[in-house]
């Protein structure tokens, strides 16, 4: 059975902790393998010394639909500490609030994608309390799509944004320790960072194999499946196709009104998109993109989770719909997480020149063999934090 950070830190608390004043940044999924939370583990295990919670994108309790949707800072009710939002006008913990901890404790649930914030709120985190002087200790958890895979284009300088902070690929085939690592020592923030690492997840090990239960990190993450073709789907944020907010399989679904399925099938036929069935169908979502109209897509069954390739497969839908429907496929304008003036898609993508070359209709397989060497460079970088083999 995989042992958390969480529990391990329980289970032998560090002396560098005693006495200490201890934030935690945490959300509603951040809960032991019997679905404890760790607010209360840590509050029952260092009696007084829990003084702050902090919560990432979605709020505490992870409430919030969409992107800029803010939450407000509030108070516990359980333990009485304030709350203090990393999202909204502050995105970075200020003086004030890192002067009511000694140690940030962090404990968050991450999906194993470039665009998801939870990471650069932990790189916000990272930044504060090298500023600050104090200690950040990050208590590691799985990544749920494993740790062996990487894929996509790195992010370019031009389109850094707070769904890209850094050079790195859409999946990054890390935990989130090994990030807050990566961070730190080779994107040089420098703080005071000590890590809990698990006891027995593999590298290869998706989400099933650990026998923990799945907490939704976000509104629409219900599933581990979803997380699955989150590296991909999540593209249809920077466009008018529906990525099925609004339905009950978020991300699993994709489409809209003017898209007939079939037809980007057949366009699509040359692409190599294993492990994964393209389900033609239709659907109609109740809010967001397209609400109460039916729309024409495809829901993504993944065959073979250690084959499928999410970030080829959109890319593939998403090249497919902006030959087909020129008068109808759109992009998404700015405002996108906080960058109110470059493209949408762009942030998510970290390419305008990738965009560029969809739309000219290069092949999607020529365009991922022109990331290899990039990808050959991060890869050096990841062995470099890797805390398991």
Known sequence: MLNLGLERLLADPPAYLHGKRLGLLCNQASTDSQLRHSCDRIAQAFPGQLTCLFSPQHGFMAEK???????RHGVDQLTGVPVFSLY?????????????????????????TRVYTFMYT??????????SGK?????????????????????????????GMYAIPMRHGLTFAELGLLFNE????????????????????????????????????????????????VIWEGTNISEGRGTTLPFELCGAPFVDPYAVLAKVGPTSL?????????????????????????????????????????????????LLYPDDFG???????????KLPLDLILGSPALRQDLA?????????????????????????????E
């Open 360 to 388: 000219a209709g290069v092949p999607v397989m020529e365009l991922e063999e022109g990331w290899q060497d990039g990808l050959g460079q991060f890869d050096a970088l990841r062995h470099d934090v890797m805390l398991y």
């Open 135 to 163: 200690t950040v200790v990050i208590l590691d958890r799985p990544n749920p799509i494993g740790g062996l895979d990487t894929e996509g284009n790195l992010l370019e300088d031009e389109v850094q944004s707070f769904v």
């Open 88 to 112: 909204g006008k502050e995105r970075k913990p200020t003086a004030e609030m890192m002067a009511q901890l000694d140690v940030l404790l962090v404990d968050i649930v991450d999906v194993g």
């Open 186 to 233: 080779h994107f040089s923030i420098g703080a005071d960072l000590k890590v809990v690492t698990m006891a027995g997840w593999q590298r290869q090990d998706h989400f099933p194999v650990t026998g923990l239960p799945w907490v939704f990190p976000s509104p629409n993450m219900p599933s581990f499946q979803t997380a699955l073709v989150y590296p991909g789907q």
């Open 274 to 322: 294993p492990g994964c069935l393209l389900r033609p169908l239709f659907f109609e979502p109740t809010f967001h993109k397209w609400a109460g109209q039916s729309c024409g897509g495809f829901q993504l069954h993944v065959t073979d989770p250690h084959s499928f390739r999410p970030y080829r497969t959109t890319l593939a839908l998403l090249q497919a719909m902006m």
């Open 122 to 131: 932990l790189a916000y985190c990272l930044l504060a309390a090298a500023e």
């Open 331 to 341: 992009y998404k304008e700015p405002p996108y997480e906080y960058e109110f003036e």
């Open 65 to 71: 639909q969409d992107n800029m949707v803010e939450s």
